[in-house]
């Protein structure tokens, strides 16, 4: 069984049908990269598996672990083991990263019916990963993403997803905004995290980001489809010949 099985997902934004009839299937252990051009319907589809609100599913399923995931809200869809990592990172001032972290972790740990994290353990935890991406200890201090660069706040998504440990890591465009150095971090940050039981969908415009994470199957999207997929070699004939030859098959 696939960890995720997307069916003939069809979903409206304002109106308009953004994805068309998408089918995919993600199974445990597995990187997905989907490319597309803007507007193609990617990060809709990220924002749909999350359950971000303002989209219409107008028809398809979206099992998760064989679960209707439709019917859960955003928080049960994370608890069950879903993260998103977004593209733009919202700042949220007033809220220190230490305490957002504990708090989000924390109250994953409760949903799952685990014991929480005493502060002692937390703060062991949270540094030995901080460290890993780079992550000075004044950053965790300061207000959620509140006055960090591009980079600072992408590896702030990867930390997130270290110590949440989901099953399913969506990582929206996590490459945008990121230097040379910052991206060798943010994908080693990625790549330590790759494991049997864990599935990632890495939505990108570009193959640098899959130069460092090779994925194990590429999608191409268009017009709110799936309309190739293949292994990582067709990144490269995406970043030879363009995405306009796929858009009269989708």
Do not use: W
Request: net charge negative; with cysteine; aromatic share 4%.
């Amino acid at each position: 069984m696939a960890l995720l099985e997307i069916r003939d997902l069809h979903v409206g934004v304002e109106h308009r049908e953004v994805i068309c009839g998408l089918d995919l299937n993600v199974h445990a252990g597995e990187v997905h990269a989907i490319m597309g051009p803007n507007g193609s319907g990617k990060s809709t589809l990220s924002h749909v598996i999350a359950g971000k609100p303002g989209y219409e599913v107008i028809d398809g399923q979206i099992l998760f672990k064989g679960e209707d995931l439709l019917e859960m809200d955003p928080d049960e869809r994370a608890a069950a083991g879903v993260f998103l990592a977004f593209q733009y990172p919202v700042e949220i001032a007033g809220v220190t990263t230490m305490n957002f972290l504990r708090a989000a972790l924390n109250a994953q740990r409760k949903a799952r019916d685990q014991q929480e994290f005493s502060t002692p353990e937390f703060l062991k935890r949270v540094r030995k990963v901080a460290g890993s991406l780079n992550i000075r200890q004044d950053m965790l201090k300061r207000g959620v993403n509140v006055g960090f660069s591009g980079g600072e706040k992408k590896r702030n998504e990867i930390l997130q997803m270290a110590l949440l440990e989901p099953s399913l890591c969506i990582l929206d465009e996590i490459d945008s905004g990121l230097d040379i150095d910052a991206l060798r971090i943010v994908a080693n940050g990625i790549n330590g995290l790759r494991s049997p039981e864990r599935a990632m969908i890495v939505i990108t415009h570009y193959r640098r980001l899959l130069d460092h994470v090779v994925p194990d199957v590429v999608h191409v999207m268009s017009k709110g489809r799936i309309v190739k997929s293949g292994d990582k070699e067709l990144a490269l004939e995406l970043e030879a010949c363009g995405y306009g030859q796929f858009e009269d098959a989708a």
